[in-house]
Every structure is written in structure tokens, then in C-alpha cells.
């Protein structure tokens, strides 16, 4: 018995179907290339922003040193004339409530006393002439400032001194040394010139 080729023959035959593979790697560099693009874009963008507020940072800043220097600059005291002032040598006599510009002679000093007749006084001397000259002499060495209540007009002869000063209830006064100091040669030419200045001294007396 043949075997049925004809059967065989007509019976369609089959091919299996290919699986179509799909390449993502296309895809793949197009999205890294997005993402590196929106970076650079963000940085970008980031940068200017920093650049821009450093802009505005570098020209604010003027403005307020402007507004700060103002402030300085005003002063109450002028730094010179409080300087001049301060180095001004002045001699204070706190007791007597006056004071006098020693410029001529800035070593002049004074030693208080209250004398006899109950009068307030300052034993004028330096230290250089006090080696030859004790302020507790019974002479001044460069002479004595008086403060005396009342008038001086009012006060008997003997005056005490030259009138430098008469105020409401007081006056001031000067009497210059009766005689040379020290017998010392020395000594004596030195009372003899500092007294000299002393007496121009006086002239700038004035109250405290």
C-alpha cells in the first residue's frame, strides 16, 4: 500500500515568524545628551544669577560707605584744638581758684599755705631754684599770690602786694621776693631771671 503523498504535498507548511528585535541604544544616547543639556542649562543659569547678585553686591557697596562717612566726619571736638588745649601748661591754684599760663617758665609750682591773718596764700617756686631756695623760707623764693576777702582798696598801708584780681567778695594779689634768696652766686642770678618771668606770668591770671 503507497503511502498518501499527496496529503502531504498540500499540506501548507509553517515558518516561524521571526522576532523582530528593537535597538534602544538610539534612545539611550538621545536621553543622555537631554539630560547633560538641562544640566549645563541649569548651571548656566545658576551662574549668571551668582554674577548678577556680585554685580549688585559690588555697587551697593559705594553707597553705603557714602552714608557711613558722614557720620564720621562729624565731630564735636576738633581733634587740633583739643590737642592744643590739652598741651596748653597751665598752672592751676585749686586753693585760690585761679590759674596761670606758665608757658615761660613751665617748671613754676607752688606750695599752699594759710598764713597768719587766717589769708589763704601760694609760696611760688621752681624745683631747679629750690636747691638754692627752700619755699618754706620766710621769703618766697619767686614770691606769693595772696587771696584776701574784701576790697582792696579798703585794705590798710602796707599793701599786701600788687592787685591782680579784685572779684565781689575777694581779691587776689602778688608780692615779689623782699630780697635774694641764697647768697650763692648762682642761685641768685637764677631767682633773679625766673622772677622776671613770673611777674609777666601774672598777667595771664585768670579764675578757674
Not at 534612545?27 to 543659569?45: F, N, Q, R, S, T
Request: aromatic letters at 6%; glycine letters at 6%.
Amino acid at each position: 500500500m503507497e503511502p498518501n503523498v499527496q496529503g502531504a504535498v498540500n499540506q501548507p507548511v509553517t515558518t516561524p515568524t521571526a522576532v523582530k528585535q528593537v535597538n534602544f541604544l538610539p534612545m539611550i544616547i538621545v536621553g543622555i545628551v537631554m539630560l547633560l543639556l538641562g544640566l549645563g542649562g541649569g548651571y548656566l543659569l545658576f551662574a549668571n544669577k551668582t554674577q548678577v547678585k556680585q554685580t549688585e553686591t559690588t555697587q551697593v557697596s559705594p553707597t553705603v560707605t557714602q552714608q557711613a562717612n558722614p557720620t564720621s566726619s562729624v565731630s564735636p571736638t576738633n581733634p587740633t584744638a583739643a590737642s592744643e588745649k590739652s598741651s596748653s601748661p597751665f598752672l592751676e591754684i585749686t586753693e585760690l581758684n585761679v590759674k596761670l599760663n606758665i608757658s615761660q617758665l613751665t617748671g613754676l609750682t607752688y606750695k599752699y599755705k594759710i598764713n597768719s591773718t587766717g589769708d589763704k596764700t601760694a609760696i611760688l617756686y621752681t624745683p631747679d631754684l629750690a636747691v638754692y631756695c627752700s619755699p618754706d623760707a620766710a621769703d618766697a623764693p619767686l614770691g606769693v599770690i595772696f587771696k584776701i576777702n574784701g576790697q582792696y582798696s579798703d585794705i590798710p598801708l602796707p599793701k599786701p602786694g600788687e592787685l591782680l584780681k579784685q572779684a565781689a567778695s575777694y581779691f587776689i594779689s602778688y608780692r615779689p621776693p623782699q630780697q635774694q634768696c641764697t647768697n650763692n652766686s648762682t642761685g641768685g642770678q637764677l631767682q633773679g631771671e625766673q622772677e622776671q618771668k613770673v611777674k609777666s606770668i601774672l598777667t595771664s591770671l585768670e579764675s578757674l
